[in-house]
C-alpha cells in the first residue's frame, strides 16, 4: 500500500463500515470506493474486508496496517498544515466552521465586511451540525460553543455564555405552562421543575432556531442562550425575569496551532475577534 491515495480509500472504509458512507466522506460515488478498494485488494493478493447484511467488516490483514496507515495520514495531514502555515498570500480559500445561528445573526455582516476588504482571499463558511476536524484542515478557523477547547488547538475565549427563559408574550408563565426542551432530555430539566412547578414537555427539538420558532408559536417556555432571541428582538417574545446562573461554556475563536503564521488566516482571525467582541454583551446576556 505504497499510494496516499489507497491509505485513503482503506480508512474511509474501514472507519465507516459501509461504501456508500466512505464515497461520501471521500466526495466520489459509491463505484469508486467499490472498485478502488477492490483493486487494492488485487494488487497485494490479500482480502482485507469481507461483505456482511450489514456492512463492511475488517478482515485480519486490515487490523495489522491499520495503525500505520492512520500514522501516514497523520504525517500527510501535518505536511499539509506546516505548508499551509507558510502562507503569506492575502488570497485562496479559508474554511470556517460555527454554529449557524451564530453565523446567522452574530457574523454574517461582519463576514461579509471582510470579504469587500480582501477580494482575494474566499471564504467558505461550514455551518452544519457536528464538529469538523482542525486537524485535518476541514477548517481552518473555528468557533466553538464549548467549556474547554481541545489541546491541539489555539485561540482565545471571546466572551462567556448566559442562557436565559423565553416565552411568548401570549403565556403566562404563571399558569401550568408548557416546556420547549432539548430531544436528549428525556424529562424535564431541573429549571422548569425548579421555577414552573405542574410544567409539562410540550416539544423536543434539536436546533436552537426550531427553538425559538417554537416558543414564538405558542408551544410554552424554553431555556436558550441570549445572543439568537435577544438579536431578533420580537415583540411577540418576551425573556422572563427569571436569574439563571452563567454556563460554564464560552464562546471560543480557534485554530490549528500550525496555521499561527498563515496570512490569510491571521487577518480573518483578527477579524473575527474583533466582530465577536462587539457582540460580547449580546453573549452573555446584557443586551
Not at 478502488?36 to 474486508?49: N, P, T
Not at 425559538?212 to 408559536?217: C, D, M, N, P
Amino acid at each position: 500500500m505504497n499510494n496516499w491515495d489507497d491509505i485513503r480509500y482503506f480508512l474511509a472504509l474501514a472507519r465507516s463500515g459501509s461504501i456508500s458512507a466512505a464515497a461520501r466522506a471521500l466526495g466520489v460515488n459509491h463505484s469508486t470506493v467499490s472498485r478502488r478498494i477492490q483493486a487494492l485488494e488485487e494488487k497485494h493478493g490479500v482480502q482485507l474486508f469481507q461483505r456482511q447484511s450489514g456492512g463492511y467488516q475488517m478482515l485480519e490483514a486490515a487490523d495489522t496496517i491499520l495503525a500505520q496507515a492512520e500514522a501516514i495520514e497523520a504525517q500527510s495531514q501535518q505536511i499539509s498544515r506546516t505548508l499551509f502555515g507558510q502562507d503569506a498570500r492575502l488570497e485562496g480559500p479559508v474554511n470556517i466552521t460555527m454554529p449557524h445561528d451564530i453565523f446567522e445573526y452574530c457574523l454574517s455582516e461582519a463576514l461579509a465586511g471582510f470579504s469587500q476588504q480582501y477580494p482575494g482571499i474566499e471564504l467558505n463558511v461550514m455551518v452544519s451540525q457536528g464538529l469538523r476536524n482542525l486537524a485535518n484542515r476541514e477548517a481552518d478557523i473555528a468557533i466553538r460553543l464549548t467549556s474547554r477547547p481541545p489541546d491541539y488547538l489555539v485561540g482565545r475565549s471571546v466572551a462567556g455564555l448566559q442562557h436565559a427563559l423565553y416565552a411568548s408574550r401570549d403565556i403566562d408563565p404563571a399558569s401550568e405552562v408548557g416546556i420547549v426542551c432539548w430531544s436528549g432530555e428525556p424529562q424535564l430539566p431541573p429549571w422548569a421543575e425548579e421555577h414552573f412547578p405542574g410544567a409539562r414537555i410540550a416539544l423536543r427539538v434539536d436546533d436552537l432556531s426550531s427553538m425559538y420558532a417554537a416558543v414564538k408559536a405558542g408551544f410554552g417556555i424554553a431555556r436558550m442562550p441570549c445572543y439568537m432571541p435577544d438579536s431578533l428582538v420580537d415583540i411577540q417574545v418576551k425573556k422572563l425575569a427569571v436569574s439563571l446562573p452563567r454556563s460554564d461554556w464560552s464562546v471560543w475563536l480557534l485554530s490549528h496551532t500550525d496555521l499561527r503564521k498563515t496570512a490569510r488566516v491571521q487577518k480573518l482571525r483578527s477579524h473575527l475577534l474583533g466582530a465577536l467582541e462587539n457582540k460580547r454583551a449580546l453573549f452573555e446576556g446584557e443586551q
